[in-house]
């Protein structure tokens, strides 16, 4: 099952220390069921009921609760999973964390429950549980993560090693992993890539010098595009191989499913914290689709998640903060179902762009009718039903299956940590500035300090993908690469052809921007040249009219016209400003200070 909560460290007495208070006789009783014997008769002095217990010279063991879910692939049609408590004793207590697959070992107790604390009749329903005597890690066909601790769950031979170094010394190990990564989805080369760097991650840094704090090294990567272009299926895919991995629906989690919710323990009847999917997916890969259906409250959630990787609880007294470090994979349709390319990325699936700024990958997967590329893609699915596959020999055996897919990326984990050298630093330097430089001549901003860190993270995956312990130049190049296919494609101006990053930052891109503001100049030009008019107003259709013959007079917006948003999205400005003063819903005038009404009342009433 899966281990959803794990309770704070009990002692529990073992051996109980006894001496009279009469004589000072010692004597030492084994707990046995719980119960303590307390001797009755002193064998020194015979005296009654002379014993007291002395806690500080008893011998205690360590106790901890857990409770045990069951993994869904095992609950039956129609029903939900179970529960069951376990007690863990001695040295297995604190084996095992909330998010973990295991197998126990253990002996099925019934106890009996008081019906009152004072009372000693019990109730006629026994409570159950399971006294464990091991746990192992029920890790089939996953990669492990790189453990702190040094706790390594998964003991690499000789042999497995000097394959997997001999494995990765290939040429194409780059694209023989690609080939092995979800071989039943057609081609999405490219979007395979970027999972791939998610499943290795970056080098994690802690540096604590200066005050800085620790860098993400996990990547997110957020799947954008028309329905039936397999999203779901490679969400499904990367559950089966990540570890520590929690698969959520957007319309079917809450904030608090996410995170942590506050709840009464049946055992001890304190205030607990029960983890969510991100606490659960620590160290792992959250899975959330239709990520677009989620509710605005639940999404907020994900903000101190993706960048700061932990989750500040304040409730019921209790204050802390959840470490969540979980690379998330998300995926999203599109408002109307299907992609429209005429609109930008945030206009297509009207997320937050302060979290759509969080994903270092932004895939834009679209259905696009091709003769060829659709005949390929159905004699796939064909043959992905038919007999032959069968007698593929490439398919029987191939020389990445998923059992060595994820014995290659838990060693790549655990013992690569590549390092930047000079010739990558320069190439990402490099890169960087001329990612900035690409729209410089029209003002547009197309890439953050949050795009660099994203670049550093991939190339960093991508040497480990090699099993190198340096980033070379390739990588660097390979990592811009991609994000140009991802998120730059999915930041590019539909207007202009622009790749424009202020289109996930802001939302409205820089050359919406320049319009806007320009609109405003010509608006208070206008109004200053007749004033009176300014006061009597202006419809809507008159200024906008005024509006066009000005940009065609000084040139500016022949080939681009400002569209009607642009021009109300100029009025609010202006209107927030206290310049101009909407009359109706199809006139305005220029705001007036008290001086001006009382002018305008008096010669309303001269007249």
């Known amino acids: 099952g899966i281990v959803i909560r794990c309770s704070d460290i009990y002692p529990e007495m073992k051996v109980a220390y006894f001496r009279c208070t009469v004589c000072g006789h010692r004597e030492t009783v084994i707990v046995e069921r719980s119960r303590i014997q307390e001797p009755t008769d002193c064998l020194r002095c015979r005296s009654k ?12 063991t360590n106790k901890q609760y857990v409770k045990l879910q069951e993994i869904p692939e095992s609950v039956l049609e129609g029903e939900t999973p179970q529960t069951v408590s376990l007690v863990v004793y001695d040295d297995i207590v ?3 964390r909330p998010g973990d697959r295991v197998e126990v070992v253990g002996i099925y107790r019934a106890q009996g429950l008081r019906l009152a604390s004072t009372q000693r009749v019990l109730k006629s329903v026994y409570k159950t549980y399971v006294d464990v005597i091991s746990f192992t890690l029920f890790q089939k066909q996953k990669f492990f993560m790189q453990e702190e601790d040094g706790d390594d769950p998964f003991i690499f031979s000789e042999d497995l090693k000097n394959n997997l170094v001999e494995l990765s010394q290939r040429g194409d190990i780059y694209e023989k992993l690609v080939e092995a990564f979800a071989p039943s989805i057609w081609e999405n080369e490219d979007v395979k890539k970027g999972i791939l760097c998610q499943l290795f991650g970056g080098t994690s840094k802690e540096i604590t010098q200066g005050g800085k704090g620790r860098f993400r090294a996990e990547i997110n ?5 028309d329905p039936s272009t397999a999203k779901s299926q490679l969400l499904q895919y990367v559950h089966k191989i990540a570890p520590r ?13 996410l995170t942590a919710y506050v709840t009464t323990d049946i055992e001890t009847k304190e205030i607990i914290l029960e983890s969510g999917a991100l606490v659960l997916s ?12 989620m509710d605005d409250s639940t999404r907020s959630i994900l903000h101190e998640a993706m960048e700061q990787q932990t989750i500040s609880i304040a409730k019921r007294g209790i204050v802390c903060q959840l470490n969540a470090r979980t690379a998330i994979l998300a995926s999203a349709n599109p408002v109307e179902s299907r992609y429209n390319p005429r609109l930008s990325v945030v206009e297509n699936i009207k997320l937050p762009p302060t979290l759509l700024s969080r994903f270092d990958l932004i895939y834009l997967m679209l259905d696009r009718a091709n003769e060829g590329h659709d005949r390929r893609l159905a004699s796939h699915i064909l043959n992905m039903y038919s007999d032959e596959v069968m007698s593929d020999p490439t398919l029987l055996n191939p020389l990445i299956d998923r059992d060595t897919l994820a014995k290659y990326i838990s060693f790549s984990r655990k013992y690569m940590k590549p390092e930047l050298s000079e010739e990558a630093s320069e190439e990402l330097v490099k890169s960087y500035v001329d990612m900035r430089r690409i729209g410089t001549s029209r003002n547009i901003i197309t890439a953050t300090p949050r795009q660099l860190e994203s670049l550093i993270r991939l190339s960093e995956a991508l040497a480990k993908m090699r099993f190198s312990r340096e980033v070379s130049r390739e990588d660097v190049q390979e990592a811009v690469r991609l994000m140009r296919v991802a998120t730059q494609q999915a930041a590019t101006d539909p207007t202009t052809g622009y790749i424009d990053m202020d ?15 320009t609109l405003v100049e010509y608006i208070k030009e206008i109004q200053a040249a007749d004033e009176e008019q300014a006061r009597r107003g202006y419809k809507f259709s008159t200024l906008y009219e005024e509006l066009k013959k000005k940009f065609e007079v000084s040139g500016v917006g022949v080939t681009e016209p400002f569209t009607e948003t642009e021009y109300r999205e100029a009025l609010k400005l202006l209107t927030e400003d206290n310049i101009v003063t909407p009359v109706s819903y199809t006139h305005l005038r220029a705001h007036e200070t008290p001086e001006h009404l009382v002018c305008r009342l008096l010669l309303e009433k001269k007249k």
Do not use: P, Q
């Open 282 to 293: 620590d160290k792992g890969i959250c899975c959330i689709d239709e990520f677009d259906k």
């Open 49 to 60: 009921f002379s014993f007291e217990i002395i806690h500080n010279l008893c011998s205690f």
């Open 221 to 225: 990567v957020l799947l954008v595009g």
């Open 245 to 257: 991995g929690i698969y959520t629906s957007g319309k079917g989690s809450s904030a608090v499913g």
């Open 94 to 96: 604190d084996s095992v």
């Open 503 to 517: 289109l996930i930052s802001t939302g409205i891109t820089a050359g919406s921007r320049n319009k806007i503001n």
